[in-house]
């Protein structure tokens, strides 16, 4: 069964950047969409970034666009987020979640913290 470990949270000052892994364990990630979420306290969950299997298509969420970037390394089953520009609203706990594209069987990871202060 697909197990995804998130890693590279912590703290960060404003305008600093992180950059945050989801590895894949049991399985391989090559069939599977993967997005990135985050969910801060008192807020829903909210969708942050996604990249297809191939990783030929992105998407972004508004909040982020310029200045976070998903990529994908199928060879390590590792997906990215690289978070520059970090904002005290970027505080989040973040997690990947991986939909396989034909069964659609959808995992999650634990998450990671991410604080933005100063």
């Known amino acids: 069964q697909l197990q995804l470990v998130e890693s590279g949270g912590g703290l960060v000052q404003p305008g600093g950047s992180a950059r945050l892994s989801c590895t894949a364990r049991?399985?391989?990630?090559?069939?599977?969409?993967i997005g990135w979420f985050r969910r801060a306290p008192g807020k829903e969950r909210e969708g942050v970034a996604c990249?297809?299997?191939?990783?030929?298509?992105?998407n972004y969420a508004d909040s982020v666009k310029g200045r976070f970037n998903i990529s994908r390394d199928n060879a390590k089953n590792t997906v990215y987020l690289q978070m520059n520009g970090l904002k005290p609203e970027d505080t989040a706990i973040y997690l990947c979640?991986?939909?396989?594209?034909?069964?659609?069987?959808?995992?999650w990871g634990q998450g990671t913290q991410v604080t933005v202060s100063s």
């Open positions: 979640d991986a939909e396989h594209i034909i069964t659609k069987e959808d995992y």
């Open positions: 049991g399985e391989g990630l090559d069939h599977n969409y």
């Open positions: 990249v297809s299997a191939t990783g030929t298509n992105t």
